[in-house]
């Protein structure tokens, strides 16, 4: 029981820290020096007003491909829209043609007789 009791007393005696160990925070030579207001609002507040600047920049290229498209589909009715006039021209053109010369057939074949 006495060897117990000794043993329990130095593990009661040894220090919480080993001397040959350092401490995990490092110090450096300019952490004595207080940081000034624009270091603390920098620190504070860098990562959070990148974060907002992300999302917005990918926010805006979201909006701009979208609006791209809409712009493309839009051009797209137009040109076919346009297409479909002139095709449409072009029928009734060809059959004016179609008329004009059956006319001529017409009149040719009265001035023959």
Not at 59 to 87: F, N, P, R, S
Request: aromatic share 8%; charged share 30%; net charge positive.
């Amino acid at each position: 029981m006495h060897r117990l009791a000794r043993s329990a007393a130095r593990v009661a005696l040894r220090p919480t820290q080993r001397p040959g160990l350092r401490s995990s925070r490092v110090s450096y030579a300019t952490s004595s020096k207080k940081s000034g207001p624009t270091a603390n609002f920098y620190k504070t507040f860098t990562r959070p007003v990148a974060k907002v600047l992300a999302v917005a920049v990918f926010t805006y290229q979201c909006l701009y491909v979208g609006w791209m498209k809409l712009d493309a589909v839009e051009h797209q009715e137009k040109t076919d829209a346009e297409i479909a006039e002139l095709e449409a021209q072009v029928a009734a053109l060809e059959k004016a043609r179609e008329m004009e010369g059956e006319k001529k057939k017409d009149t040719e074949k009265q001035k023959s007789r």
